[in-house]
Nanobody, 128 residues
């Protein structure tokens, strides 16, 4: 069964860095583009980044462009999100999901996959 598990969240000071991991199982990274999403308290879910391992294409939301880097390691079947220059506004639960696409300049989920196509999330807290 398709499963994604996030890790790497934690508490960090503004200006610091974290690297999130999304370990995939039940499929390979060539099967689905993998996206990172986040949801801050009281706010809508936001698409952060999307990577297609099959062609190497990446996309970033304007809010994180230049600070975050998405990458994949096919041998480990894992997608990473390197987050640098973190701001308090980055505080959120971060989720990875299979099946992302860029629609009208926004990272979204292209198809109505089941709940198992999302991880359970990892909390990132950036203090000032």
């Amino acid at each position: 069964e398709v499963q994604l598990v996030e890790s790497g969240g934690g508490l960090v000071q503004a200006g610091g860095s974290l690297r999130l991991s999304c370990a995939a199982s039940g499929f390979t990274l060539d099967d689905y583009p993998i996206g990172w999403f986040r949801q801050a308290p009281g706010k809508e879910r936001e698409g952060v980044s999307c990577i297609s391992s099959s062609d190497g294409s990446t996309f970033y939301a304007d809010s994180v462009k230049g600070r975050f880097t998405i990458s994949s390691d096919n041998a480990k079947n894992t997608v990473y999100l390197q987050m640098n220059s973190l701001k308090p506004e980055d505080t959120a639960v971060y989720y990875c999901a299979a099946g992302c696409a860029v629609v009208a300049g926004t990272v979204m989920i292209a198809l109505p996959y089941g709940d198992n196509y999302w991880g359970k999330g990892t909390l990132v807290t950036v203090s000032s």
